[in-house]
C-alpha cells in the first residue's frame, strides 16, 4: 500500500524557517521523482518544487526561489522541503507528491501558517 505521510507543520513567525518531512512506504522510494504543494486558503493548488531521482530540482515556482529547498533521503525513504525568510503568503496546507504509472499519490497534506 502506498503511503506518504508528510506532518510537521504549524505556526511559524514570518522571516522564520520551516523543514517538512513526507516519509514513503509500500513503492520503491529511490526511483521515483517527487514534489511538493501547497494550496493556500481559497485558492488551487499550486506546485511548489520538484526534485529528480538524482536529487535535483527541475523546478520552482518563482515564489519561493531562493527560499526554498527540496530535498531526498534515499536511505530514509523520507523527502524534504525546507523554507526560509518565510513570509504570511507562505501560509498553506503543504502536501508530498508521488506519480507512480501515471497515478498521482499525496500525502495527507500539513498545515503551516505564518503570522506574528
Known amino acids: 500500500q502506498v503511503q506518504l505521510v508528510d506532518p510537521g507543520g504549524g505556526l511559524v513567525q514570518p522571516g522564520g524557517l520551516l523543514r517538512l518531512p513526507c516519509a514513503a512506504s509500500?513503492?520503491?522510494?529511490?526511483?521515483?521523482?517527487y514534489g511538493w504543494y501547497r494550496q493556500a486558503p481559497g485558492k488551487q493548488r499550486k506546485l511548489v518544487p520538484t526534485v529528480t531521482t538524482g536529487g535535483g530540482s527541475t523546478y520552482t515556482a518563482d515564489s519561493v526561489k531562493g527560499r526554498s529547498t527540496i530535498s531526498r533521503d534515499n536511505a530514509k525513504n523520507t523527502l524534504y522541503l525546507q523554507m526560509n525568510s518565510l513570509k504570511p503568503e507562505d501560509t498553506a496546507v503543504y502536501s508530498c507528491?508521488?506519480?507512480?504509472?501515471?497515478?498521482?499519490?499525496w500525502g495527507r497534506g500539513t498545515r503551516v501558517t505564518v503570522s506574528s
Open positions: 509500500g513503492f520503491t522510494f529511490s526511483i521515483n521523482a
Open positions: 507528491n508521488v506519480k507512480l504509472v501515471a497515478v498521482n499519490f
